[in-house]
């Protein structure tokens, strides 16, 4: 079974910078997607990047040239530089990883598992 800790959130004025990291512990199958979500109240989870086992990154346009993620696979961690923190980036945020099983009939299952969460909070 796989587990995701996350560091790193905290209180930051805007125009600040954060650096979030969660670390896997547990059996990783391959191929995967680390990624990291965010969610406030009464909003959905959403995207904000993710990047896969060989390294491929995907940026929701609202952290695009602010954010950057990067991954070890050999210490199963991954980390988040978050840049130029708007109040708009509060919320907590949320360390995924996506497992990629291939299905004995055919077709891909998607394991996914979820860290516990930490708040960012971006404010004057």
């Known amino acids: 079974q796989v587990q995701l800790v996350e560091s790193g959130g905290g209180l930051v004025q805007p125009g600040g910078s954060l650096r979030l990291s969660c670390a896997a512990s547990?059996?990783?199958?391959?191929?995967?997607?680390m990624a990291w979500y965010r969610q406030g109240p009464g909003k959905e989870r959403e995207l904000v990047v993710e990047?896969?086992?060989?390294?491929?990154?995907y940026y929701a346009d609202f952290v695009k040239g602010r954010f950057t993620i990067s991954r070890d696979n050999a210490k199963k961690t991954t980390s988040l530089r978050m840049n130029v923190l708007k109040p708009e980036d509060t919320d907590v945020y949320y360390c995924?990883?996506?497992?990629?099983?291939?299905?004995?009939?055919?077709?891909?299952?998607?394991?996914?598992?979820w860290g516990q969460g930490t708040q960012v909070t971006v404010s004057s």
């Open positions: 990047i896969g086992s060989v390294g491929v990154t």
């Open positions: 995924n990883l996506k497992e990629f099983r291939a299905k004995p009939t055919g077709g891909i299952n998607e394991v996914n598992y």
């Open positions: 547990g059996t990783i199958f391959s191929p995967n997607a």
